[in-house]
Nanobody, 127 residues
Framework: QVQLVESGGGLVQAGDSLRLSCAAS????????MGWFRQAPGKEREVVAA????????YYPDSVKGRFTISRDNAPNTVHLQMDSLRPEDTAVYYC????????????????????WGQGTQVTVSS
């Protein structure tokens, strides 16, 4: 298990950008694959970005591809989500998630794949 703390959420207008950050507690952070998920009211939690241990492989669903970028700094133990061209439908609570990777290449995209979660940060995009 690793403790995760998100920051950077807020209220923005459509078309604006936000950068979320997630700080991890473990010194073995480089062995963890990371993901960003979001959950809007009345909807299921969904993945918006994922990255492997070393940052060389990423995944984005079509809904955010070209607008969101995930990156990580293994020293210090931080993963970021750069969100550009935000839309009202991006409004949700955003969660950072981590799991110990079975190999350095794996990217995990399912909620059940992750064992550690942050408390979430609210992102609200007004039209």
């Amino acid at each position: 298990q690793v403790q995760l703390v998100e920051s950077g959420g807020g209220l923005v207008q459509a078309g604006d950008s936000l950068r979320l950050s997630c700080a991890a507690s473990r010194r073995t952070f480089s062995r963890y694959a990371m993901g960003w998920f979001r959950q809007a009211p009345g909807k299921e939690r969904e993945v918006v970005a994922a990255v492997n241990c070393h940052g060389g492989r990423t995944y984005y669903p079509d809904s955010v591809k070209g607008r969101f970028t995930i990156s990580r700094d293994n020293a210090p133990n931080t993963v970021h989500l750069q969100m550009d061209s935000l839309r009202p439908e991006d409004t949700a609570v955003y969660y950072c998630a981590a799991r110990a990777a079975s190999n350095i290449y794996s990217v995990y995209i399912k909620e059940v794949d992750f064992g550690s979660w942050g408390q979430g940060t609210q992102v609200t995009v007004s039209s």
